[in-house]
């Protein structure tokens, strides 16, 4: 049983001064696809602890980003940022927002990906980022997805569905929820035959036709308390992968005081 937990940590010292290590010393996975440390390589390193193997990778901007995977299995490779089709170095803004590392389960390679997308401002330059890096990840997931077992987890700053989101109908117009993003999903999600990717988001899987369960709600006013969040952290499977699946949650605090970042981390707890 492989237990990977997914969680933007909405910067790493601040979510270990909150409390982070008790939720970590009660869930006890055995990988951590962590984003938005916002912190540099030594001090991501002293703060987990010697027990983990990391791989991480800083933003470009200081005190920005910055994207890991921690894993108690050792890792047999890894790659450090987005590796795209033409060879083409990332850009500037995109360093920090994609890692893989491939461990050893079962006698077979399995590839992990943590991954922190552009939020984005409808109206502004950062839109046409974000289009430019979904579009390189959508090519880097159908190279993995071909090349074998792949959990991709992390904040991908996209609500896919109406159920995904609590205020759907008052953020049409917004970044994370535009007909323009969402239909990379549909793509990714999408049935292998009809020109999709084929990838299982499964957090949906094993909520269902339900409401959430979010992910994210703002600091700011009674967002938590109402339940009024998104859905944006993410763990999407092969679907090999997804199929082992046996238990998925949101460990969200029990109350706005206990909170160690705005993200919930997202638990998924393998059969391989």
Not at 246 to 270: G, L
Request: hydrophobic share 40%.
């Amino acid at each position: 049983m492989l237990t990977i937990a997914s969680v933007n940590v909405n910067g790493l010292r601040a979510a270990v001064r909150r409390g982070m290590p008790a939720w970590l010393a009660e869930r006890n996975p055995d990988v951590l696809l962590l984003q938005e440390l916002r912190a540099p390589d030594e001090t991501v390193r002293e703060l987990l602890g010697p027990q983990w193997h990391v791989t991480h990778v800083e933003a470009s901007a200081k005190g920005r980003a910055g994207v890991a995977v921690a894993s108690l299995l050792p890792f047999s490779d890894v790659r450090e940022g987005l590796h795209t089709i033409d060879g083409e170095p990332e850009p500037e803004g995109d360093v920090g927002r994609w890692v893989e590392a491939d461990v050893t389960v079962g006698e077979e390679r399995l590839t992990l990906v943590s991954t922190y997308l552009y939020s984005g401002t409808v109206g502004t330059p950062s839109m046409d980022a974000k289009y430019a890096h979904l579009d390189r990840v959508s090519d880097r997931l159908d190279v993995l997805r071909a090349a074998g077992r792949l959990v991709v987890g992390g904040d991908i700053n996209i609500a896919h569905r109406e159920l995904d989101i609590r205020n759907w109908k008052g953020n049409l117009k917004s970044a994370g929820f535009l007909p323009q993003e969402r239909a990379y999903l549909d793509r990714w999600y999408g049935d292998a035959d009809a020109g999709g990717l084929g990838l299982v988001d499964v957090g949906r899987a094993h909520a269902g036709e339900a409401d959430g369960p979010y992910t994210w709600w703002s600091w700011r006013g009674k967002a938590f308390d109402n339940d009024a969040g998104w859905r944006i952290d993410v763990q999407i499977a092969a679907p090999d992968v997804a199929a082992a699946a046996v238990d998925a949650r949101v460990d969200r605090a029990a109350s706005y005081a206990e909170r160690f970042s705005d993200h919930a981390p997202f638990v998924v707890r393998y059969d391989l």
